[in-house]
């Protein structure tokens, strides 16, 4: 099978649902299909790169920022990708296109449906979808009709979580959105370099400061300062038990001014460090030294931090947000901010829960969140969609 992606972020550029473009993509190859990706360029990046069975066309169009980007730099990847990916399929003649986020790569698949008959899915990324973001209201306002048509034309809707799909529906639930779950794969443990001479995997459980830690991009909606106050007291509680906690906080973004300074406020700059942005290849040396991961988001589809954390065999604690329901299932806790005090306690204190959970959270990766499984899922909906 051909298949075109198209999607304005792909590794390194972009966070959870560049990732899961590039995981995927792979699958696929490794299956045998043609897969084509059409991207947005950043410097240092090849504007064509071929990999097996996947080539990269790199589009040279707006974007300042790794980790972010504004609606005109989608704007302007549109409007040279509609074109441009015209002419690849003239040439190549693909089987499918897969959209990652609607907004902005939506009216690709459907330019390329109308000209070309080209089936289309769309995948959903969260903040493509009208009242995940509140800073996009007002222009998701003004789009609401032309959305609704991407998304009525579209061959296939996946939403990564339930919850996801519950937000997809509060604003159009006249067509089936089809659940599709993110992935990880899983990390052998016995491999591992760990970095700390404290950290093996025998005694990982019994370590006396236990490492709290947290990937994602620093933005007020991840939640982190609701998070940080109750930190002083989780390690006064801790003396009791001759134990001590760090927080190790990886990402960056327009929130981290604001974080440090109630790291500040709160006189718990011993107990917290800033690392800053990681990429794919530094972030092992983080997951593998965790304990417990927080996760205290506000709305999520279906993190991929998270699942990258259970990956390494980390119990992990996080909001009610989109997702949850399906990631924690005996590897963690669902709790609101103001229980990550009790639940944080609760697994300090007791060792052998802290790793049965963690055990846990690696066969769930394994069973059910590999990015094999959610290929194979994708693969099948694309094969039923091209022979209808």
Request: a neutral charge; one cysteine or more; aromatic letters at 10%.
């Amino acid at each position: 099978m051909k298949i075109l992606i198209v999607s304005h972020e792909y590794p390194p550029i972009g966070g959870g649902g560049a990732n899961a473009c590039m995981n995927l993509a792979k699958e696929y190859s490794k299956e045998g299909n043609q897969v084509t990706i059409v991207t947005v360029w950043f410097e240092g990046e090849k504007e064509l790169e071929h990999k097996e069975n996947i080539t990269i066309y790199r589009i040279k169009a707006k974007r300042k920022h790794l980790e972010h980007c504004v609606f005109p730099e989608m704007l302007d990847y549109l409007v040279k990708a509609i074109p441009f990916t015209a002419r690849l399929q003239k040439e190549n003649a693909f089987d499918i296109c897969q959209v990652f986020f609607g907004i902005p790569s939506g009216p690709i698949g459907l330019y390329l449906k109308r000209k070309y008959s080209l089936p289309y899915v769309i995948r959903f990324g969260g903040g493509d979808i009208p009242g995940f973001q509140d800073r996009f209201s007002f222009i998701y306002k003004l789009l609401a009709p032309f959305i609704i048509s991407l998304w009525k034309n579209a061959d296939a809707l996946v939403a990564n979580s339930q919850g996801l799909k519950k937000l997809a529906e509060n604003f159009y639930d006249k067509k089936e959105i089809l659940i599709i779950p993110n992935g990880a794969n899983a990390v052998d443990l016995s491999q591992q370099s760990y970095l700390d001479a404290g950290k093996d995997e025998n005694i990982k459980s019994e370590r006396k400061i236990i490492r709290l830690l947290f990937v994602s991009r620093l933005i007020e909606r991840k939640g982190l300062q609701d998070i940080l106050p109750q930190l002083k007291t989780i390690s006064d509680k801790l003396l009791n038990e001759e134990k001590s906690i760090t927080l190790d906080i990886v990402g960056d973004g327009p929130y981290r001014e604001t974080l440090e300074q109630i790291v500040k406020e709160q006189g718990i700059s011993d107990l917290v460090t800033f690392h800053g942005q990681k990429n794919k290849q530094q972030l092992p040396q983080y997951y593998s030294q965790g304990d417990i991961f927080l996760f205290p988001s506000r709305k999520e589809g279906m993190p991929n931090a998270v699942l990258e954390a259970m990956s390494y065999g980390i119990p992990i604690i996080m909001t009610p947000c989109q997702g949850s329901d399906e990631l924690i299932d005996g590897n963690g806790y669902v709790s609101q901010t103001s229980d990550f005090e009790k639940s944080i306690l609760q697994l300090c204190t007791n060792d052998k829960l802290r790793e049965d959970m963690g055990k846990k959270s690696l066969e769930l990766v394994k069973n059910k969140f590999s990015w094999g499984n959610t290929a194979k899922m994708y693969l099948e909906m694309f094969d039923k969609i091209v022979k209808e």
